[in-house]
């Protein structure tokens, strides 16, 4: 039985991912700062509770998966945070931009960099598949967020840094760029985007679900493409078509 890590595992995205792999007979540990899951998953899942940005947790969760499973086949980067308070760019203070940075790309960063030089343990030609959720918001300016955004854009560089750099073991590395997925992160802006849909904004014209992305990730960590990698996956309805 293959072994997945998924971080940010208490949210909508990151739960839907869980629960996706374990109904594909995939072992899960779910990090996550809150005290617990929402509801426990069917599977085989282990909860974590862990900081992303530190240090430690991070290397005690890549520790628990090889103590209990001797192995890691599947790691899929959700865990993010927004800014606590959303200010203009010319406002922006160093804390928030240290917050939002800390989780969101230095420790996806060195989550992967810990989990890679596992994964290049594993036997086989295909050792291992990465994917990291990272955002629209990643090429899409929003000046209210800019840290956000910022680290964002990070994430697809430590995408193609690791897909490059894990190619030669067989080890897949890809990124998902979410649009407006309905989930905890965007609930204090639903009748914003409620309008903007209505209006248009999207050729899909509807919000889009946190299964939405579990199932781009099954289909990136199923072993069915195998010769994918670096590469950016828009699931956001069609927001990233530039339409007159």
């Not at 792999?21 to 996550?32: A, C, K, Q």
């Not at 760019?89 to 240290?98: A, N």
């Not at 230095?106 to 598949?129: C, E, H, R, V, Y």
């Not at 629209?136 to 840290?147: F, I, L, P």
């Amino acid at each position: 039985m293959k072994t997945a890590l998924v971080t940010g595992a208490a949210g909508g995205i990151g739960f839907a991912v869980a629960k996706k792999l374990l109904e594909n007979n995939i072992s899960v540990i779910g990090m996550d700062i809150m005290p617990g899951m929402p509801e426990t998953p069917d599977g085989d899942f282990t909860y974590f509770k862990g900081d992303l940005s530190d240090r430690k947790s991070r290397e005690d969760f890549v520790n628990l998966a090889i103590e209990k499973y001797g192995r890691i086949d599947i790691l899929v980067n959700v865990a993010g945070v927004a800014p606590k308070v959303r200010r203009d760019l010319l406002e922006m203070t160093e804390d928030s931009y240290d917050f939002v940075m800390n989780i969101n790309t230095k420790g996806t960063l060195f989550l992967t960099q810990l989990t890679a030089n596992q994964m290049i343990k594993n036997p086989g030609d295909n050792k291992g598949s990465i994917v990291n959720i990272s955002s629209m918001s990643g090429y899409t300016s929003s000046v209210s967020r800019g840290e956000y955004c910022i680290s964002k854009a990070g994430v697809t560089m430590i995408t193609a840094l690791f897909a490059d750099r894990l190619a030669e073991y067989g080890i897949t590395v890809n990124e998902i760029r979410p649009g407006i997925i309905a989930t905890g992160m965007t609930s204090t802006v639903k009748e914003k985007y409620d309008s903007l849909i209505a209006d248009g904004l999207l050729p899909i014209k509807r919000w889009g679900k946190p299964e939405d992305i579990a199932d781009a990730v099954w289909t990136l960590t199923n072993g069915s493409l195998p010769y994918v990698t670096g590469q950016s996956i828009d699931v956001d309805g069609g927001f990233h078509i530039r339409r007159l």
